[in-house]
Nanobody
């Protein structure tokens, strides 16, 4: 069992940066792939980025070059750095743990509660 808690969201202006954190409980964090998803009002949850247990990273085209995903197994924490934020990045951001990085949300076994990111223009 893994429990995930996101933090770091907030209200920022376009062009600003944020760093989201996803703290995991349990001693098996290093074995899990971690995914970041987001869901805007009225839209489906979408894959943003992921990092495998071996620290290989994956990104959605919409965030490539602006967002950076990473993990620190010593701290049981995954991170998502959001740079050059745009109003269309506004959403609730979720982290999730699964066996491998997938772009489909149902492939992940554990989810955090989400953290709101709002980008004003």
């Amino acid at each position: 069992q893994v429990q995930l808690v996101e933090s770091g969201g907030g209200l920022v202006q376009a062009g600003d940066s944020l760093r989201l954190s996803c703290a995991a409980s349990g001693s098996t964090f290093s074995r899990y792939a971690m995914g970041w998803f987001r869901q805007a009002p009225g839209k489906e949850r979408e894959f943003v980025a992921g990092v495998s247990s071996g620290s290989i990273t994956y990104y959605a085209d919409s965030v490539k070059g602006r967002f950076t995903v990473s993990r620190d197994n010593g701290k049981n924490t995954a991170y998502l750095r959001l740079n050059s934020l745009k109003p269309e990045d506004t959403a609730v951001y979720y982290c999730a743990a699964g066996r491998v990085v997938r772009t489909i949300s149902k492939e992940y076994q554990y989810w955090g509660q989400g953290t709101q990111v709002t980008v004003s223009s």
